[in-house]
């Protein structure tokens, strides 16, 4: 809570009716996939962020739908919370647009609410279809995480065949070789979901820290993201 209080950009206004989150839900840019590959194995989530129109949503929206996808899931499913999550982020269609979006200090942010504000383990990470100029945020985003997340990040370009070793295809939907059915089909069952979950998300609202209560240093934006401390040698008397 002491992060999420310090994100109000992620985790503050997450009704999922107002009309643009609406629509992030409608478009499916991130979606679990049904089955597991083994019954006490993690979950399965696909990320598509060239789904999204990033002349019309920022990275912070996108992002913050995805905090909703996860604080639904840490409330249902047990996978998710006992054997953690492994992601395939597609990256087909997007462009140099959608990277530009990725600040350091966001990155530094997402992560920082990724590793240290969220209980849930990130098992691995494929990447599919990957376009040029990928590879600027792939390093960005691995200069922030520690060594055991790096060492589960998996680059397969368009070789499906090279994701299929580590995810089979009876995972998949239909769209990537798979046999968990047609995408659209995930898509409009998490679509009810979310919205069924409109007023846990409003009553969220009321929780946080109070920084002024803290013994010692706060936890906020500036001590959690900023660069305090880093140069502090130079102050000149």
């Given at each position: 809570?002491?992060?999420?209080?310090?994100?109000?950009?992620?985790?503050?206004?997450?009704?999922?009716?107002?009309?643009?989150?609406?629509?992030?839900?409608?478009?499916?840019?991130?979606?679990?996939?049904?089955?597991?590959?083994?019954?006490?194995g993690p979950r399965?989530?696909?990320?598509?962020?060239?789904?999204?129109?990033?002349?019309?949503?920022?990275?912070?929206?996108?992002?913050?739908?995805?905090?909703?996808?996860?604080?639904?899931?840490?409330?249902?499913?047990?996978?998710?919370?006992?054997?953690?999550?492994?992601?395939?982020?597609?990256?087909?269609?997007?462009?140099?647009?959608?990277?530009?979006?990725?600040?350091?200090?966001?990155?530094?942010?997402?992560?920082?609410?990724?590793?240290?504000?969220?209980?849930?383990?990130?098992?691995?990470?494929?990447?599919?279809?990957?376009?040029?100029?990928?590879?600027?945020?792939?390093?960005?985003?691995?200069?922030?995480?520690?060594?055991?997340?790096?060492?589960?990040?998996?680059?397969h370009g368009s070789?499906?065949?090279?994701?299929?070793?580590?995810?089979?295809?009876?995972?998949?939907?239909?769209?990537?070789?798979?046999?968990?059915?047609?995408?659209?089909?995930?898509?409009?069952?998490?679509?009810?979901?979310?919205?069924?979950?409109?007023?846990?998300?409003?009553e969220d609202e009321?929780?946080?820290?109070?920084?002024?209560?803290?013994?010692?240093?706060?936890?906020?934006?500036?001590?959690?993201?900023?660069?305090?401390?880093?140069?502090?040698?130079?102050?000149?008397?």
């Amino acid at each position: 809570y002491s992060v999420r209080t310090a994100l109000p950009e992620l985790m503050r206004n997450r009704d999922p009716e107002e009309a643009k989150i609406k629509e992030l839900i409608e478009l499916g840019s991130v979606i679990p996939l049904p089955n597991t590959v083994t019954p006490d194995g993690p979950r399965i989530i696909l990320v598509r962020p060239g789904v999204n129109d990033p002349s019309k949503f920022t990275i912070q929206e996108i992002f913050k739908y995805n905090t909703m996808m996860a604080d639904i899931m840490m409330k249902e499913d047990d996978n998710l919370i006992v054997a953690g999550q492994m992601g395939i982020l597609d990256l087909s269609n997007t462009t140099m647009a959608h990277f530009l979006q990725f600040s350091p200090s966001f990155v530094k942010k997402a992560t920082m609410w990724s590793q240290e504000g969220s209980p849930l383990r990130q098992k691995g990470f494929h990447y599919v279809n990957t376009p040029s100029g990928f590879e600027m945020i792939y390093n960005m985003f691995k200069n922030f995480l520690n060594e055991k997340n790096r060492s589960r990040l998996h680059v397969h370009g368009s070789n499906l065949d090279s994701l299929y070793e580590h995810i089979p295809k009876s995972m998949l939907p239909a769209e990537y070789g798979g046999e968990a059915g047609p995408l659209q089909d995930l898509v409009d069952a998490w679509t009810k979901k979310v919205l069924s979950y409109k007023q846990h998300f409003l009553e969220d609202e009321q929780y946080c820290t109070d920084e002024k209560k803290r013994p010692g240093r706060p936890k906020n934006a500036e001590t959690l993201f900023g660069l305090e401390g880093s140069f502090r040698k130079l102050e000149v008397d």
